[in-house]
């Protein structure tokens, strides 16, 4: 279906670390402005990276002040010298004059129901007051149950759910798993939830297929931990395995990412220079094409991966992390009781002959592929539909919000 012309989607991404909001967001902006003439998309961002990437045509971003969570669970300014509150207190109200002035046809808000620190609900009523469709766009695995629901009562974000929130999407299948698993909602609420499906990935046709660098060529395990700023483990691991067995099945291109630690990454450099069949980069915008040429694939399990390893239908092995939530390995766990991937635990002890093993299995194991499960990649042709929908449905009488 084909909306009118100059419909306006606003998309909200808190993006306090890591790429994964980001890129989930940068993903369905993308597939709306490609099939809707004149639609724009503003993504509002905190990542400090974002402008990094080559956004389509009609697709804009508004980067907020970034916020980084410390091990204390507390909040601080990734760069600004003021203090937290006041940090919190710019992005709050430049979401709120952005959302004002662009005046959206659609509100989509990633993951964090009313934001950073409750950073958007002041503009989720001014717009719910104007009548703006309202979206909360939720990956597949949150984190335990027990951990969410606790989360969610401390944060009050049932009441908004409720009552501000038009329509809940999950960027997943229910029978792979149920977000809402042990989550005490209503049935007001349940009735919101929509099943998308996971986002299907393709590599962009207007992008040149750069190669990394001279030693790797089609065949390789790509290794990646995402962005990078908790995958020192993953790579570790990977870097044992290659160093005590030479006649592993391919080489290695690692991309550290680039919220990985300079000295890590400095570290994990110097070993590499030593080994002949392992290369690495830092990061790279166009990482879909680094995927499609892969072999195989070893990595921690993120969202974002797994949506790509499903796209490309790449075997792979999963290392999830357990913390600072669960989502990796309840995600990990489920994909591999459909045997879509392979996980091996982190034991703590990086045995290099385990992670040997691991890669000599992976080049014989099956493509996701192997497995049929209906609507498994449909995501965004739902949500195209699902946004089409809400941008059709004549606006409600509007309110004065102040």
């Not at 207190?89 to 620190?117: N, Q």
């Not at 986002?199 to 089609?218: D, H, K, T, Y």
């Not at 550290?256 to 990454?265: D, K, L, Y």
């Not at 990482?287 to 949506?307: D, I, P, Q």
Request: net charge positive; hydrophobic share 40%.
């Amino acid at each position: 279906m084909r909306v009118k012309e100059a419909y306006r989607v606003l998309i909200y991404s808190h993006d306090s670390f890591g790429l994964g909001h980001l890129r989930r967001c940068m993903t369905i902006a993308n597939r709306l402005v490609a099939n809707h003439k004149g639609l724009s998309v503003l993504i509002l961002s905190g990542s400090p990276i974002i402008g990094s990437f080559n956004f389509r045509a009609r697709v804009d971003f508004v980067r907020i002040p970034g916020m980084i969570k410390l091990r204390n669970g507390e909040y601080t300014p990734l760069k600004l010298h003021i203090s937290p509150d006041q940090t919190l207190k710019l992005r709050r109200d430049i979401i709120y004059h952005t959302s004002r002035a662009f005046d959206p046809d659609l509100f989509i808000v990633d993951k964090e129901p009313l934001g950073l620190l409750g950073e958007v609900g002041r503009t989720l009523e001014m717009l719910k007051g104007r009548g703006t469709p309202l979206v909360l766009g939720l990956r597949d695995v949150m984190d335990d149950p027990r951990l969410l629901a606790a989360e969610w009562d401390r944060k009050k974000v049932m009441p908004a759910l409720a009552d501000l929130y038009d329509e809940i999407w999950i960027y997943g299948l229910r029978q792979i798993y149920d977000p809402f698993t042990g989550i005490d909602a209503p049935e007001s609420v349940r009735r919101k939830l929509v099943y998308t499906g996971y986002l299907r990935r393709n590599v962009p046709r207007n992008r040149p297929q750069e190669r990394p660098g001279g030693l790797i060529g089609e065949g390789y395990f790509l290794v990646t931990p995402g962005g990078g700023g908790d995958g020192e483990a993953l790579v570790d691991w990977v870097l044992r395995a290659y160093e005590c067995d030479s006649g592993l099945p391919h080489p290695a291109l690692v991309v550290f990412g680039p919220f990985m630690a300079p000295q890590s990454r400095q570290s994990f450099t110097e070993r590499i220079e030593r080994l002949d069949r392992v290369e690495a980069i830092t990061f790279h915008t166009g990482f879909e094409s680094l995927m499609a040429r892969a072999k195989g694939v070893v990595a921690m399990g993120g969202y974002n991966t797994f949506c790509e390893i499903l796209s490309f239908d790449r075997p792979a092995v999963i290392v999830p992390r357990t913390a600072p939530r669960k989502e990796q390995l309840i995600r990990t766990q489920q994909a591999s009781k459909l045997k879509l991937v392979q996980m091996l635990a982190d034991d703590g002890g990086h045995d290099p002959k385990a992670m040997a093993r691991a890669l000599h299995a992976l080049a014989r194991q099956p493509a996701p592929s192997s497995v049929s499960i209906p609507g498994l990649l449909d995501g965004l042709d739902i949500i195209d539909t699902l946004a089409s929908d809400l941008l059709l449905r004549p606006a409600e009488p509007i309110r004065t919000v102040v």
